[in-house]
């Protein structure tokens, strides 16, 4: 595991589980008989594209039902070249993955930066046309397929039988499987499981969600590609059979039942669906006295039980099974990472001039303009839908200005993207809460710090980025203890209660090392002591230099932290000054209270 | 190609597109007042077509026993939500929807097989059966999850596409069946050979819009799904009741596939599994139209209908692909309009 000790030094339930798993694998092809073997070899490439759907459907939250097409393309690339021009399968393998990976590419590009139902849709359509596409062209042998595919050779070892491809099938899905683990635990790891329902949290940290979706897409179709040519060299055969549309629906189904709580629901659900078809395809046709696809009933009926009982599939029923080991504290001992330079106490730092935003006809922010020196901690204040929290959208780029300027240390800022903002030191809290539920506290604090590491996705599969995992993390727990959090370190932020969920967020906020923090509405849902400790450390946190800017309702707790107040009416400046000036304004105390007539 | 090939290839582009248009606007509404990307709507066609075939063939079609059975599944979740309620007074509601009328259909429905009726009283025998199946579907599938995600309804889509293909296979089999034309008279318009049928379909896809478009501007009912449509939350607040707008808007959807069936299925061979490809290509043109827009995805799903009818001339093998691959185009223009980060609630 991660650095993270084991508690008592005994071995953990989990780990029992999965070396009785591995014992298993490795007994198997001398146990089994023919017939079982081949179902496990089937097993292990419907695993393989699975994970890949895991990844994708179940953690970034896209959806394809065309993942056939992309084993169809690894398998048919693979079988062209080993049988009519009689090349050797690695350089089938290679092909295929740069054909696939180009493909998906491409298609990656169009779709994903869509809404989320247009790319199930076009993986179904697309998957349509390369079937077509497989069973009319002449080179690829149109319906009757490619036969005579050559075994693969390692080192002189010809891959020839069912047992022998069940070696090279089931160290691949390992492979993967652990690859897809490390993947998910670490720096590029959080960001993907931020995309599914928070991603413009994770833009507003400095991660590029466009490009990560393509990125696990691309992963996606690559496993695809390797079960591909797995399959056809295995078989020694290609037809577009195994490539129509309804294979792409039952792998993303297998993806489902085994559930997205961890990769090895991907085994799961491509065990479990594998073999239920392998026994219906012998039960059924004698049921109905005809052959058919009969089973395909039995899936559907299956997938909406599933579905209306638990969104989550039947792994984390499998690991109820067994006791989770918590893993301990965080060591700290681990080296403090950089602190960004920041600027001299009095300079200036953001400038807001005439910035304007509009929704259809309501005016939310109009023509407002304000300072803010560096060291200071400026309060945002007004009456409900007085235009605060878009205000900090404009300043953070979750929104982009229909008018005016903000400039940052002196750089115009309004046109720029979230993550960019980022990336100039400034960190914000949301006022809906926006933290990843499922995910423990500290992992959440990490996303903070994602644009303190530089690794990314090749090299945390590989495990090269375990020096600076190990700094960002200690970070991360530095910042939770920093906030109070430090004995929910490991708890999944979701159970947390609301106001300590607000902690979290300023946690979060504070491990991207920010010149400006913006915090919206911090101390909702805090009872009395919490909120005089969370003034306590935004003081000190002041006074280590750091700037704040606070939207905030509780006014008691405005007047006895702000440096000065900026009060906001219908989207425009009501009153700017010292607490104390702004209290005795007349205009305020009528926006606040109502006339007096 | 010569001036009366492109007039026939266009005569077919336009009676297909006016099919894959119907379909278009269906699931244009189903997803506007459920987010449901419908799926099965294909099988509806699937459905109406073979049963009608099957019945002029003096066979009495299975699509009975699905009713019957799928109308008994709805019953009894209901009857189970009305004990655990406490709400036993909805009993006769529930037996009289649910199981009375399937079972009345049924009994019409063998009684008239052997009597070998008129063409146009089979025909609304083949309604009588398949258009309960649409909020039925709903009762049982999706209901249940109303509140669940976009992409989760789309699993749910293609579960219930599976049980109903398969279901297909069982009580239709294999074969491929065409029904009779409506009337085999053919018109000479110039140098062009107008099928009657070609007409009949592209006048009663006219019509259906027409009535929709009725249904949306005048009636009460039409309203309440607009609302539902444009603002779920504001609607329920009105009391618009969304499980009625659910189950209204899969009605006039498996009112819209079993009529599009009843049309296409003189002119195009279908098998049990045909469905699904029709209403592919119903959703390709919904998708020309931006999904948003009734008259775009119409006038898309136009376009569906030519370009398969011309690329069938050019190029027959590879139909279905230029079709299914014209959506990439399309989205990559979509793509660059958008910008905003997609957010869902968890």
């Known amino acids: ?544 230099g750091l700037s704040i800017l606070l939207v905030e309702h509780d006014m008691d707790f405005v007047m006895g932290l702000v440096d000065r107040l900026v009060v906001m009416d219908f989207g425009e400046k009501l009153a700017e000054g010292k607490p104390q000036d702004v209290q005795r304004n007349p205009a305020v105390i009528e926006a606040y209270l109502g006339g007096l007539e | 190609m010569t001036a009366d090939i492109v007039a026939w290839l266009a005569q077919d582009g336009i009676t297909n597109g006016a099919i894959y248009a119907l379909l278009a606007l269906a699931l244009l509404l189903v997803f506007a007042v459920t987010r449901v990307i419908f799926v099965p709507q294909g099988e509806f066609i699937a459905y109406a077509a073979l049963s009608l075939a099957l019945m002029e063939s003096g066979r009495v079609p299975g699509t009975v026993y699905i009713l019957l059975g799928g109308g008994a599944l709805a019953a009894a979740m209901e009857i189970a939500r009305a004990v655990r309620e406490h709400a036993l007074s909805r009993l006769p509601r529930i037996l009289a929807l649910y199981v009375l009328l399937p079972v009345v259909i049924a009994a019409i429905v063998w009684w008239a097989v052997p009597r070998k009726l008129d063409q146009w009283l089979q025909i609304l025998l083949v309604l009588a059966m398949v258009v309960p199946l649409g909020p039925i579907m709903y009762r049982i599938a999706y209901q249940p999850l109303a509140s669940a995600s976009v992409l989760v309804l789309f699993i749910v889509s293609m579960a219930v596409h599976y049980v109903l293909m398969g279901l297909s296979l069982v009580f239709f089999g294999g074969e491929g069946l065409r029904s009779r034309p409506f009337s085999d008279a053919h018109f000479k318009v110039g140098m062009l050979d107008v099928s009657a049928q070609s007409l009949w379909v592209v006048f009663a896809s006219m019509v259906l819009i027409g009535a929709l478009w009725l249904l949306f501007e005048r009636s009460i009912y039409g309203k309440a799904l607009r609302a539902t449509a444009v603002n779920r939350i504001g609607a329920r607040l009105v009391g618009i009741p969304a499980n009625l707008m659910g189950q209204l808007s899969f009605l006039l959807a498996s009112f819209i596939g079993a009529v599009s069936g009843i049309l296409i299925s003189p002119i195009t061979t279908i098998y049990y599994d045909t469905g699904f490809i029709i209403g592919l290509k119903g959703f390709i043109g919904a998708i020309l139209g931006g999904m948003a827009s009734y008259p775009l995805a119409a006038a898309g799903a136009l376009a569906v209908g030519l370009l398969e009818s011309f690329s069938s001339f050019w190029a027959s093998a590879y139909k279905e692909s230029i079709v299914f691959t014209l959506i990439i185009p399309v989205l990559a223009w979509l793509s660059l309009r958008s910008r905003h980060v997609e957010e869902e609630d968890e």
Request: glycine share 12%; aromatic share 8%.
């Open chain 1, 1 to 544: 595991m991660t650095g993270g000790r084991v508690s008592g030094g005994r071995v953990s339930a989990p780990r029992v589980a999965l070396g009785l798993f591995l014992v298993f694998l490795v007994a198997a092809p001398f146990v089994l008989s023919e017939f079982y073997v081949t179902l496990m070899n089937y097993i292990g490439l419907a695993a393989l594209v699975t994970l890949g759907l895991v990844l994708l459907t179940g953690v970034a939250g896209l959806m394809s039902f065309g993942q056939q097409a992309f084993v169809g393309i690894g398998a048919y690339t693979t079988a062209v070249l080993t049988t009519t021009y009689a090349l050797s399968p690695w350089l089938g393998l290679a092909a295929g993955l740069v054909l696939t990976g180009l493909a998906a590419l491409g298609i990656g590009a169009i779709t994903v930066r869509l809404s989320g139902h247009y790319l199930p849709i076009s993986t179904i359509a697309w998957g349509i046309a390369l079937y077509f596409v497989f069973g009319n062209l002449e080179i690829l042998g149109r319906y009757n397929g490619l036969q005579g595919v050559p075994p693969v050779t390692i080192a002189g070892w010809t891959v020839g039988s069912g047992r022998n491809s069940y070696v090279l099938i089931w160290i691949a899905t390992l492979v993967s499987l652990i690859a897809a683990r490390n993947l998910l635990d670490s720096r590029s790891g959080r960001a993907v499981r931020a995309l599914r329902f928070r991603g413009t949290m994770a833009e507003s940290f400095g991660v590029d969600t466009a490009r990560l979706k393509l990125v696990v897409f691309v992963y996606a179709a690559l496993l695809a590609a390797l079960s591909g040519w797995l399959y056809a060299h295995f078989l020694r055969f290609v037809s577009p059979g195994p490539f129509n549309v309804n294979a792409g629906i039952e792998y993303l189904f297998m993806a489902v039942v085994g559930g997205a709580s961890s990769v090895w629901g991907a085994v799961v659900g491509a065990s479990v669906l594998t073999m239920l078809k392998e026994w219906l395809k012998d039960l059924l046709p004698a049921l109905f006295e005809q052959s058919g696809n009969y089973e395909v009933i039995v899936f559907g009926v299956l997938m909406v039980a599933l579905l209306h009982r638990t969104r989550e599939g039947l792994m984390p029923a499998f690991a109820r099974l067994v006791p989770v080991a918590r893993r301990e504290a965080w060591p700290a001992e681990a080296a403090p990472l950089a602190r960004r330079e920041r600027p001299q106490p009095g300079e200036p730092l953001l400038e807001v001039r005439g910035a304007h935003r509009q929704f259809g006809g309501l005016v939310a922010v109009s023509h407002l303009s304000f300072e803010m020196k560096s060291g200071e901690i400026l309060g945002l204040i007004g009456p409900n839908g007085a235009g605060k929290s878009t205000m900090f959208n404009l300043v953070t780029g979750v929104l982009r200005a229909d008018g005016g300027e903000i400039l940052f240390r002196g750089e115009r800022i309004e046109r720029r993207a979230a993550r960019e903002i980022a990336r100039r030191g400034v960190a914000r809290t949301f006022q809906h809460v926006n933290l990843v539920g499922a995910m423990p506290v500290l992992e959440n604090v990490a996303i903070g710090a994602h644009l303190r590491g530089r690794h990314g996705t090749i090299a945390s599969v590989l495990r090269l980025d375990r020096a600076e995992e190990t700094v960002l993390r200690a970070e991360a727990a530095r910042q939770v203890e920093r906030v109070g959090l430090g004995g929910q370190l490991h708890d999944a932020a979701g159970s947390l209660p609301l106001g300590q969920q607000r902690l979290v967020e300023i946690a979060r906020a504070l491990a991207a090392d920010p010149v400006l923090l913006l915090l919206d509405e911090p101390a909702a849902g805090l009872r009395y002591r919490e909120k005089q400790s969370l003034a306590r450390l935004l003081r000190e946190l002041r006074d280590e």
